[in-house]
Every structure is written in C-alpha cells, then in structure tokens.
C-alpha cells in the first residue's frame, strides 16, 4: 500500500522550505521600503502549514518506496506552485488566479514563460521572489531536502530519481545525500560567481543576483522587458553565454572538472555532442544574421551563439528577435526546442543522451539489418547501453511527440493560429520560453485565455518532471498494491 503518512511528512518540509525562501523576498522589500506584507503573509501561511504537516507526520512510518517517491514529487511541484503563487495573488499587480499559477509554474519548472506585460513596474520584492521560484525549481527543491535533511528518515534515493532530469546513473558519492550535497555546492557556487561577473559587467547588484539566479536555472526571467538586451553590454551576453552553457552541462561532470578528472568530460559522448552541436548551429545561424543585418562579424557570431546556446540549454534569454532573419532561421530555433541541454543539468527539453543513443541506435539498425546474426552493441561513453534503457529512451521520444501533438491539439482548438500552437506547446514542453508564434522572442504569454494559460502549464510540469513522472500516476498498475 502507498504510505501517504510518510508523504505528508516531506510536503510539510518542503512547504516549510519554500516559505523560508520567501522571508529572503520579504527581506528585500523592506530594504527597498516596500510593502512587504503580502509576501510576509505568503511566507508565514508557507511556514505555519508546513509545521504542522511535518510535526503531524514525524512519528509515522516513514518508508519510502518508489510509488512514494513520485506521488511526493508530483504532488510538491504542485503545492510549490499553489503556495507559490500566493504572493502575486495577493500583491497589488491585480494578477489573477490563472496568471500567478502560470507564473510560478513557469518559475519553478524554469522554463521562463512571463504573461507580466511591464516587469520593471513590479516591485523589486515579488521580483525577486519571481527570480528565485526558478533557482529553487533548477535543480529541484527535492534535491535541496535530501541533501540537507538526511534524517527524515526517508529513501532518499527514489526522490533523487524521479526528480532529477534525464536519464543519467553518474554519481560522485556512493551516499545519494552527499551527492545531493555536492551538486548543490556546485550550484551555489555557479550562481555566486556569476552574479559576481554581471556586477562587475555594470548590472546593478539586484539585477545581478536576479539574472544569476536565471542563468544558472536555465529559467530565464529577466527583470527587464527587454531581457539582456536592455544592459547591450558585449561582457554580459558574453558571461551569460558560458554560465548557460555550463548550466547545460551535466554536473557531475562539472564536479568531476573541478576536481582534476578533466579526461572524463573529454570521453562523454553527450557532452562532446552538446558542445558540438552548439558550436556548430551557432556558426550556421550566424551567416544569414551577418546577411540580413549587416553587422561585423563578432557581432553576427554573438547574437547568434547567444541565441543558440540559450534556446538549446532552455534558459530562454533573448537579446534579438531571431524570426526576423527569415524562415530558415525561424525554422531552426523551432526545431532547437525539441533538444534539450545534457542528462543532469538544469535543462529542461528531450536531453542530448537520448537523441545521441536514439540516433546511434539508428545507424547501427542499418548494420544490424545487413548483418542479421552479428551482434551490434551500442556503445555510449564506452559502455554498452542495455536494451532496457534503448527501449526507455524510445518509449520516452514516442510519449514526448504524442505530449506535443496533442497538446497543439488543444491549443489549436481553444483558437489560436498553427504556428502559434505548435510554437507554444513545444516551448513549454522544453522548458525553453520564447516560441515563434504570437509568443515569439520579444513577445509574451499575456494574450493566452485562462484556459489556455492552464493548458501551458501543465504541459510545462510535464516537461520539466519528464512525462513519465506524473503520467505513471494515471496507470492502474501504479496503485495495485501486488
């Protein structure tokens, strides 16, 4: 049977978790003489809950099985989400209901998406606020509570999995809390050094801290309307480009860099697929900007990397508007949503291991089908990758597609044109932001009906939790106890 004793326990955490983040907004309000009692009054309900919960639960049972793992993983991205949100609702922006649940889904899955029409008009708290639902959402708050609450007594290792993106068995610690610990260590560490960069790049130390938070995410909430473009600093776009790319980087091969062990990054079939695959659409990209534009060439060469690089990682900066290039271009940034940054990043989107062991796979079925008796092992990172996980990853792309058609479905029936339903739903689905419909690059979600803006959003947690996360709990065989 599910032990749901054992999951009100870790909701209480994790509330109580969510609304010591909000005392940090609150703080930045008063300090800029704000009006802090909605997000005081939002913490505090955060706060009360989530003691009670915890206190409630902490004598019961407290096994923790994989059934457990994914109803509390669903379930705390949803209460993030409703708690969350309750700071806008209450604040004086007069956003409504479907609006703040958009928003902070949008944070919390880190995919970027804003339906705010005059950002810098919110005041700095929320803003914040805003900022720091997606570093919460990057590498996933139920990551945070493993690695610093080891002695709740849960399995720690069935929320790592069903949690943390892509599929990947790396580890830097045979103890999942201390790796847990030591990609959080990574994390902070990230975001420090690049707030840092950007206050020394001449962004104020608000906006700093609030565009390292979504870099370092890959969520992309920017606290100006015109997202990085409005600093036009060449050092900044510069310091964004590499914080993103890293931020798309597995991070355990970030730990593994850190630590010396610089051959192992080499060997990784995804990582050199990532690295190339970016290197190599941002120089193709750059040619027809260099065309159109009539700017020189390292201009041309960062508007397109800067591009490339955050769509691929899904952090959704924009710093130019890339559908007017032509179709061509309009094209290919349509088709960067379907991929995704590497296996154990912040990314959201397919990841790059599956498209390399689905397209390894391929090729191998041409040998495979003139030599029917061989035996052809796919190899990736040289090991050989079971059947189990090809047929995981093929299932994956087939559900992933299905999501995507049906999901434009809906949208297109609720009214809107082609492009911008194939564009929003394979935006929220990746986790990317900018789409090239109606929401393109220097656009927003605003103009979506409440139902469509709920829509979006459960398409957004779909993707960022991984399609098979929250749909194995709409099976029957999910909750028959033999």
Same mark, same amino acid.
């Given at each position: 049977?599910?032990?749901?004793?054992?999951?009100?326990?870790?909701?209480?955490? #994790?509330?109580?978790?969510? &609304?010591?983040?909000?005392? !940090?907004?609150?703080?930045?309000?008063?300090?800029?003489?704000?009006?802090?009692?909605?997000?005081?009054?939002?913490?505090?309900?955060?706060?009360?809950?989530?003691?009670?919960?915890?206190?409630?639960?902490?004598?019961?049972?407290?096994?923790?099985? $994989?059934?457990?793992?994914?109803?509390?993983?669903?379930?705390?991205?949803?209460?993030?989400?409703?708690?969350?949100?309750?700071?806008?609702?209450?604040?004086?922006?007069?956003?409504?209901?479907?609006?703040?649940?958009?928003?902070?889904?949008?944070?919390?899955?880190?995919? &970027?998406?804003?339906?705010?029409?005059?950002?810098?008009?919110?005041?700095?708290?929320?803003?914040?606020?805003?900022?720091?639902?997606?570093?919460?959402? @990057?590498?996933?708050?139920?990551?945070?509570?493993?690695?610093?609450?080891?002695?709740?007594?849960?399995?720690?290792? %069935? #929320?790592?999995?069903?949690?943390?993106? @892509?599929?990947?068995?790396?580890?830097?610690?045979?103890?999942?809390?201390?790796?847990? $610990?030591?990609?959080?260590?990574?994390?902070?560490?990230?975001?420090?050094?690049?707030?840092?960069?950007?206050?020394?790049?001449?962004? /104020?130390?608000?906006?700093?801290?609030?565009?390292?938070? !979504?870099?370092?995410?890959?969520?992309?909430?920017?606290?100006?309307?015109?997202?990085?473009?409005?600093?036009?600093? !060449?050092?900044? %776009?510069?310091?964004?480009?590499?914080?993103?790319?890293?931020? &798309?980087?597995?991070?355990?091969?970030?730990?593994?860099?850190?630590?010396?062990?610089?051959?192992?990054?080499?060997?990784?079939?995804?990582? $050199?697929?990532? +690295?190339?695959?970016?290197?190599?659409?941002?120089?193709?990209?750059?040619?027809?900007?260099?065309?159109?534009?009539?700017?020189? #060439?390292?201009?041309?060469?960062?508007?397109? +990397?800067?591009?490339?690089?955050?769509?691929?990682?899904?952090?959704?900066?924009?710093?130019?508007?890339?559908?007017?290039?032509? /179709?061509?271009?309009?094209?290919?940034?349509?088709?960067?949503?379907?991929?995704?940054?590497?296996?154990?990043?912040?990314? *959201?989107?397919?990841?790059?291991?599956?498209?390399?062991?689905?397209? $390894?796979?391929?090729?191998? %079925?041409?040998?495979?089908?003139?030599?029917?008796?061989?035996?052809?092992?796919?190899?990736?990172?040289?090991?050989?990758?079971? @059947?189990?996980?090809?047929?995981?990853?093929?299932?994956?792309?087939?559900?992933?597609?299905?999501?995507?058609?049906? &999901?434009?479905?809906?949208?297109?029936?609720?009214?809107?044109?082609?492009? /911008?339903?194939?564009?929003?739903?394979? /935006?929220?689905?990746?986790?990317?932001?900018?789409?090239?419909?109606?929401?393109?690059?220097?656009?927003?979600?605003?103009?979506?009906?409440?139902? !469509?803006?709920?829509?979006?959003?459960?398409?957004?947690?779909? *993707?960022?939790? %991984?399609?098979?996360?929250?749909?194995?709990?709409?099976?029957?065989?999910?909750?028959?106890?033999?």
């Amino acid at each position: 049977m599910i032990h749901f004793k054992a999951i009100g326990k870790i909701m209480g955490a #994790l509330l109580f978790l969510l &609304g010591s983040f909000m005392l !940090a907004a609150a703080a930045i309000s008063w300090y800029y003489q704000e009006d802090s009692s909605q997000i005081l009054i939002s913490a505090a309900i955060s706060l009360f809950i989530g003691l009670a919960l915890f206190f409630f639960f902490s004598k019961q049972d407290q096994l923790v099985r $994989k059934r457990e793992g994914y109803m509390i993983v669903t379930l705390s991205w949803l209460l993030m989400t409703i708690f969350g949100m309750i700071p806008f609702v209450l604040s004086d922006q007069v956003m409504s209901v479907p609006d703040a649940f958009f928003e902070t889904i949008s944070g919390l899955t880190t995919t &970027g998406a804003t339906v705010l029409t005059d950002i810098e008009a919110m005041p700095k708290g929320l803003l914040f606020w805003r900022s720091m639902t997606q570093w919460i959402g @990057g590498l996933g708050i139920i990551v945070l509570t493993v690695a610093i609450f080891p002695l709740l007594g849960i399995g720690g290792i %069935e #929320l790592f999995v069903a949690e943390s993106p @892509g599929p990947t068995s790396d580890k830097v610690h045979p103890r999942i809390s201390e790796t847990a $610990k030591r990609l959080w260590y990574i994390y902070v560490g990230m975001t420090i050094v690049c707030a840092l960069l950007y206050w020394a790049g001449g962004m /104020t130390l608000f906006d700093a801290v609030n565009h390292s938070f !979504a870099t370092v995410a890959t969520g992309g909430f920017s606290t100006k309307n015109s997202s990085l473009a409005f600093f036009d600093s !060449a050092f900044i %776009e510069y310091v964004a480009i590499v914080f993103m790319f890293l931020a &798309g980087v597995n991070f355990t091969l970030l730990y593994f860099g850190l630590v010396g062990q610089f051959k192992r990054i080499l060997r990784n079939d995804e990582f $050199k697929t990532y +690295a190339s695959v970016m290197l190599l659409i941002s120089v193709a990209v750059a040619i027809p900007i260099y065309m159109h534009s009539g700017s020189d #060439l390292e201009l041309s060469f960062r508007k397109s +990397a800067f591009q490339v690089v955050s769509v691929i990682t899904t952090t959704g900066f924009i710093t130019d508007d890339y559908t007017q290039y032509g /179709t061509g271009v309009s094209f290919t940034f349509f088709m960067l949503l379907f991929l995704g940054g590497c296996a154990g990043s912040t990314s *959201g989107g397919i990841k790059f291991v599956r498209h390399t062991v689905f397209l $390894k796979n391929s090729w191998l %079925e041409f040998k495979r089908i003139v030599h029917p008796r061989a035996i052809v092992p796919l190899i990736i990172n040289g090991e050989r990758v079971t @059947g189990r996980i090809i047929n995981n990853i093929m299932n994956f792309l087939l559900i992933y597609l299905l999501t995507f058609v049906v &999901g434009a479905m809906i949208m297109s029936m609720l009214g809107y044109d082609l492009a /911008t339903s194939l564009g929003s739903v394979a /935006t929220c689905l990746g986790n990317v932001g900018p789409e090239i419909g109606m929401a393109g690059p220097i656009a927003n979600f605003s103009f979506f009906s409440p139902a !469509a803006k709920i829509v979006l959003a459960v398409i957004m947690l779909l *993707g960022r939790l %991984e399609l098979f996360t929250i749909l194995i709990l709409f099976t029957p065989f999910f909750w028959r106890y033999n």
